[in-house]
């Protein structure tokens, strides 16, 4: 709530201050959902429904086949992509065509199929629970790598007959495949390669204001933000982004706003693109997520979510809460950091790849910080032709 009033104070300064406000064109993809952005661009979509071992229902996303490459009948190999932090799907195709991950390997020949994390706008159904219950919000990233990547990873591979996948992650989205991956073989044996983009494995050194929640008590943390959801995607978040962020001049000013939590480099961003970005995300996750990364940020440490003392002798049969080693992940691993990332900093990760035993590419790309990796201008050069190429030297 604190970032959404100040939201709305800078919003309405810079209204103030903007001398000619004027009503531009908004961008459809707005109001559309993972689907129908896909198909906006004439690539062919379908979406399906995984359901979890714990009654999660979960949307996943495919494109099957590129524009230029429709005419090919033989099987496709398989990429997987799994959004991070307050995030959803939606990150893999928000940008133009050209320099958004998903539609470049769909070209490249890739079947491409697009995760949403349980808890996020697309990802909001139980078998038995409602979204207006505490019980629904009762998980973390731990149920999204225990749970969730088992249930769609094994989904896909039935769906496509395919043995082995690859896997794009990135952020949260990397942290729950080193959980995965490294605490379940028969499903690490599962992916060809993974391809980590701004890798979270520990956040011992992040300045990032997400790791702030760190200076609250737990209980007070329960008591500000409740036991549901945190920052979904809102009316009122919609409301700035097409009434405010679609003038030119008030763009930067609400990047800055909704972006702050993970930092984003205006230079290198579409910035005409803000109210499809900010339309779309943040897809909003659980309060209990946010505080097993607030526990990240306090104990420096990869481990599954802290109960405290009784708690986890409940749910561990111990006193503390277990510990995830990322080298017993045997998983070929393809990496990229930022110089300027403030959430995977590069001293966290200077310490992770020491940790990864099957590191087959490393880049750091000095001048990117978080959000570069899906939304950056320079993307496609520095990175995803790189990705493509990788795919195709390990088919």
């Known amino acids: 709530?604190?970032?959404?009033?100040?939201?709305?104070?800078?919003?309405?300064?810079?209204?103030?201050?903007?001398?000619?406000?004027?009503?531009?064109?908004?961008?459809?993809?707005?109001?559309?959902?993972?689907?129908?952005?896909?198909?906006?661009?004439?690539?062919?979509?379908k979406e399906h429904e995984v359901v979890t071992e714990d009654g999660y229902i979960l949307s996943v996303n495919r494109i099957p086949y590129g524009i230029k490459n429709k005419g090919s009948k033989e099987p496709r190999p398989v990429a997987f992509l799994q959004h991070g932090l307050l995030a959803a799907g939606s990150n893999w195709i928000t940008n133009l065509p050209n320099s958004s991950l998903a539609f470049i390997l769909a070209d490249a020949g890739y079947d491409v199929w697009i995760g949403n994390s349980?808890?996020?706008?697309?990802?909001?159904?139980?078998?038995?629970?409602?979204?207006?219950?505490?019980?629904?919000?009762?998980?973390?990233?731990?149920?999204?790598?225990?749970?969730?990547?088992?249930?769609?990873?094994?989904?896909?591979?039935?769906?496509?007959?395919?043995?082995?996948?690859?896997?794009?992650?990135?952020?949260?989205?990397?942290?729950?495949?080193?959980?995965?991956?490294?605490?379940?073989?028969?499903l690490a044996r599962k992916i060809k390669m993974f391809f980590a983009l701004a890798p979270?494995?520990?956040?011992?050194?992040?300045?990032s204001p997400m790791t702030k929640?760190?200076?609250?008590?737990?209980?007070?943390?329960?008591?500000?933000?409740?036991?549901?959801?945190?920052?979904?995607?809102?009316?009122?978040?919609?409301w700035f982004a097409t009434g405010f962020c679609s003038h030119e001049r008030l763009d930067v000013l609400c990047g800055n706003i909704f972006f702050v939590l993970c930092g984003f480099d205006e230079k290198n961003l579409n910035m005409s693109?803000?109210?499809?970005?900010?339309?779309?995300?943040?897809?909003?996750?659980?309060?209990?997520?946010?505080?097993?990364?607030?526990?990240?940020?306090?104990?420096?440490?990869?481990?599954?979510?802290?109960?405290?003392?009784?708690?986890?002798?409940?749910?561990?049969n111990q006193s503390t809460p277990p510990l995830y080693y990322v080298r017993d992940m045997t998983v070929p691993t393809a990496l990229w950091y930022g110089g300027h990332d403030t959430l995977a900093?590069?001293?966290?990760?200077?310490?992770?790849?020491?940790?990864?035993?099957?590191?087959?590419?490393?880049?750091?790309?000095?001048?990117?910080?978080?959000?570069?990796f899906i939304w950056g201008l320079d993307a496609p050069e520095l990175m995803y032709n790189q990705i493509v190429k990788l795919m195709n030297q390990h088919a």
């Not at 979270?200 to 300045?207: D, G, L, N, R």
């Not at 500000?224 to 995607?233: H, M, Y």
């Open 345 to 372: 900093d590069a001293k966290d990760v200077d310490v992770l790849l020491k940790k990864i035993p099957n590191l087959v590419y490393h880049k750091d790309i000095p001048h990117w910080e978080h959000l570069d």
């Open 1 to 45: 709530m604190a970032w959404l009033l100040l939201g709305v104070v800078l919003l309405i300064h810079g209204a103030v201050q903007c001398e000619e406000i004027f009503e531009l064109d908004l961008d459809p993809e707005v109001n559309m959902n993972i689907s129908q952005i896909i198909s906006h661009w004439g690539y062919p979509t």
């Open 213 to 238: 929640l760190s200076i609250f008590p737990e209980f007070l943390a329960w008591e500000l933000f409740g036991k549901k959801v945190f920052f979904p995607q809102s009316t009122l978040i919609k």
């Open 200 to 207: 979270v494995a520990t956040i011992s050194y992040s300045t």
């Open 118 to 186: 349980r808890g996020n706008t697309w990802s909001r159904k139980h078998v038995t629970l409602s979204p207006d219950e505490d019980a629904y919000w009762a998980f973390s990233f731990d149920e999204m790598a225990k749970k969730d990547l088992p249930a769609v990873i094994n989904f896909i591979t039935k769906s496509t007959g395919q043995e082995q996948i690859y896997y794009v992650g990135h952020s949260q989205g990397t942290t729950i495949a080193f959980i995965a991956f490294s605490t379940m073989p028969e």
């Open 273 to 316: 693109r803000t109210p499809v970005y900010t339309t779309h995300c943040p897809a909003g996750t659980s309060v209990k997520n946010m505080l097993h990364w607030r526990q990240m940020a306090k104990s420096g440490k990869l481990a599954a979510f802290d109960y405290g003392w009784r708690g986890n002798m409940a749910h561990y």
